[in-house]
């Protein structure tokens, strides 16, 4: 995927960037994936740069990145120590791609499409009664240039990404906006499943559109509703024929 995405939704490792951010993505994965745990001693800045190769500054400023994030605590008695889960800021992009390639991929899509489900057909009914028109008009080019693109191109993923960050923004909400990144993720997963949903449900965004346009906000959430449960639906077939696939 480009860089314009939330994260690279991979199972590899990640390519290093510079150092800082290398080190970051290191000990927030070994967080994630359980290699550091809360309650056990943390490595000390000595150690990690020795691991690493990098001077005690560039330590302590990924310590400071990933505390802002909930992974680590720092206190000048007690020294560093790991968080739990309970803590960490999972709307967060980076923790978000440490997640996607900590846990098994169904469990992860799931726990998505349930977020997805709480949030965005209330985000419609919101859009569909206070809209301004510039964002309808911002919601309807996303649709159109949906229609017109490739399914298989990262064009009709970025139209996707407008479209439902447009409803976001139509509600006039800024906790609302917060959720972007976790619907971001949600549609990248979907299309790595089966790009097939990009066409076979675009009647359905369709709908969504027209109610936002008509300010019927009940029939945007119901529109919406439909949207999402028949999108998991047909994805759920999609990973159990491909499980079945591979254990054959």
Partial sequence: MMDRYPFELRAGPVRKRNLFAHVVEELGSRIVHGELKPGEPFPNEADLGREFGASRS?????????????????????????????????????????????????QFFRELFEIRWMIEPQAVALAAERATAEDLAEIRQAYADMAAADPAGDTAIDADLRFHRGILAAGHNDLLLQMGN?????????????????TVFLPQHKAVLDAIADRRPSEGRRAMERLLAETRAFLERQMAGSMEYAAS
Avoid: C, Q
């Fill in 182 to 198: 976790l619907i971001g993720v949600g549609l990248l997963i979907s299309y790595r499943i089966s790009s097939d949903t990009f």
């Fill in 58 to 106: 560039v330590i302590r400023e990924a310590v400071k990145s990933l505390a802002a994030k909930g992974l680590l605590e720092s206190r000048t008695r007690t020294g560093i120590r790991v968080l739990a889960p309970i803590h960490w800021n999972l709307l967060d992009v980076e923790v978000l791609g440490w997640r996607y390639r900590a846990m098994p991929p169904l």
